[in-house]
């Protein structure tokens, strides 16, 4: 496990509350707008107290410039990133301790707006997926953007970025990992597939899709029914579908 040490901004009550139960030692400091008193805030500050996280009162003005522009809700955290699997490997053995139920990934093939990474860690960690893995070159990385909008699960489900996507599917697939592949184009609709035991599913960035050589190393193909006039849906939205999917099929 490795440990980068840069430091991140934690906007807003979700994310820092997440951070607070499970990595206290991590934030440095926690930055509120001392204009607001109300009861959220004050359970917030009491949090922090109890597990001896610095708290300092600042102005509306100040909180802006940390958190960049994006919306904080008065309060924000500077922090380091949570410890993270050093490779695929470590992810996969800690996987083996997992609830048959939890055994299962998903793939992001060029997905580079955090928006859309936050959203999808966010759905990905309520259906009970084990992690979330991405190339390093062109993914969206987990800033303070992506963790806001994760709203916590950022802080609890492991986003681990590979070198190589192509050879991290051939690492799962050798681990007895089926690779299911989200496509337009696919035969099969995600509703016909079999989304237990242990799975991988694959999408790619919006409008593109995955590319050719993460296509040709997935297992099987599977599409989403599209009975209106849109072509497609957004890749937080699609990761929606297919999580539910799968946590729908593994709670039978």
Known sequence: MSRDTREICLLGFHAIRARLRAAPETITRIVFDGQRRDGRLNALLKQAEQTSVKVVSDSALALDRLAKGQRHQGVLALATPRVQPDSLSDLLEQME??????????LLDGVTDPHNLGAILRTADASGAAAVIAPRD?????????????AGAADH???????????????LQDSGYQVIGLAETAD??????????????????EGEGMRRLTRERCDRLVRLPMLGSVESLNVSVAAGVCCYEALRQRMK
């Open 97 to 106: 301790s997992l609830d048959a139920a939890r055994q299962w990934l998903l």
């Open 138 to 150: 062109k993914s969206a990385p987990l800033n303070d953007v992506a963790a806001r909008v994760s």
């Open 157 to 171: 489900l492991p986003y681990l970025q590979v070198t190589n996507l192509s050879r991290a599917i051939d690492e």
């Open 188 to 205: 099969q609709s995600l509703y016909a597939a079999d989304l237990t035991g242990k799975i991988a599913l694959v999408l790619g960035a």
